[in-house]
Each structure stands twice: as structure tokens, then as C-alpha cells.
């Protein structure tokens, strides 16, 4: 008996050890720009590049505040950090029209896709945006937020600054040099 318990514990701690170390990651699904050209979503996820991507829709107004918000910092991000984001609308076909003159409105520089069908969105398991996934750079989902309040933001820089402190690390020990930014 005393054995089988011991077999018991030791299989339920492998299981919890696989599962906590087994990374998610973005699942090879096709989506379409603006201008209606389809791309997989994994063209986006598999750069090398650490990328946000950012669900949202036309009628969601906290949407609208953290990619508003995000727009202010990200060209800086994108220096110190070596990163992209990605907004993703889940408007449907009808709204969608209104998508593309709100981005040129508010002067957004990221890439702005759409999955008017939800299937991203059904694949990465998701209810409410808005919703923010961050991706490694090896193309692995280290951390996902639901909702948007002002200061969310410095979260998910200082989230994006750790993955950015680990690459040269990782790229050191793998015998590759990185330029040193000035």
C-alpha cells in the first residue's frame, strides 16, 4: 500500500512538472490584414522577436485606452527592447469596415490584423478583450492579461524588458555576439 502511494505522489508530481514546464505557443492559424491579405499569425510569433499581441475590438472602449496608451511608448519598446506588437481586432465582417480609419485616426504604427472569424481567439482560449499575450522570443506564450487599466502598461514593459535581458544572455552562451546598442 505504502508503495502504491509513493507511486501515486510521484506520478502526480511528473504530471505537475510537465504541465508547469511545457510552453504554449501560438497555434498555426491564418488570419487576414487590413487590406484583406490572409498570413498565418505565425509568420508574426516565430521572428526571433519578442511580440505583444494585442486583442481588441472597434466598440471596446478599454481596448481603445491600452492600444492608445501602448502607441505613446512603442516606438521606445521597440528600440530598447527589440520588439512588435500585434493588434489583432475581433470585429466582425460588418464592423470591420470601421477598423482601418480608426487605426489611421489614431495613428497606430503596429501591425493591425483581423480574426473576424475568432478562430485565433477560440484557439488561444479566450472570453473578453481586451486580451494581451506575450511571446518570447522563441515563439513560446509566457504571459497573458485579460482587461486593460491605466498602468497595465508598466507591467507588461517590465515583463518585456526581462525577456529582452534574457536573449543576449541565452545568445552569449549559444556562441552568438550581439551588437551592443549605444
Request: hydrophobic fraction near 40%; glycine fraction near 4%.
Amino acid at each position: 500500500m505504502k508503495i502504491l502511494k509513493s507511486l501515486a505522489a510521484l506520478l502526480v508530481c511528473t504530471v505537475l512538472a510537465f504541465s508547469i514546464s511545457a510552453q504554449k505557443t501560438v497555434p498555426s492559424i491564418d488570419v487576414k490584414t487590413l487590406d484583406g491579405k490572409t498570413v498565418n499569425i505565425q509568420e508574426y510569433t516565430n521572428q526571433g522577436k519578442i511580440t505583444v499581441l494585442s486583442f481588441w475590438a472597434t466598440w471596446c472602449s478599454p481596448c481603445k485606452k491600452e492600444l492608445n496608451t501602448i502607441a505613446d511608448v512603442y516606438e521606445d519598446w521597440q528600440d530598447e527592447y527589440d520588439m512588435q506588437l500585434v493588434a489583432i481586432t475581433i470585429d466582425n465582417a460588418r464592423a470591420l469596415r470601421k477598423v482601418k480609419p480608426m487605426v489611421d485616426s489614431f495613428g497606430w504604427e503596429y501591425d493591425v490584423l483581423s480574426d473576424a472569424n475568432e478562430e485565433l481567439k477560440k484557439a488561444l482560449n479566450f472570453q473578453t478583450v481586451p486580451q494581451t499575450f506575450l511571446i518570447d522570443q522563441e515563439g513560446n506564450i509566457v504571459y497573458s492579461h485579460s482587461g486593460y487599466k491605466p498602468g497595465d502598461e508598466y507591467e507588461l514593459e517590465e515583463k518585456i524588458k526581462a525577456l529582452a535581458k534574457k536573449a543576449p544572455l541565452e545568445l552569449e552562451q549559444a556562441g552568438g555576439k550581439k551588437k551592443k546598442k549605444k
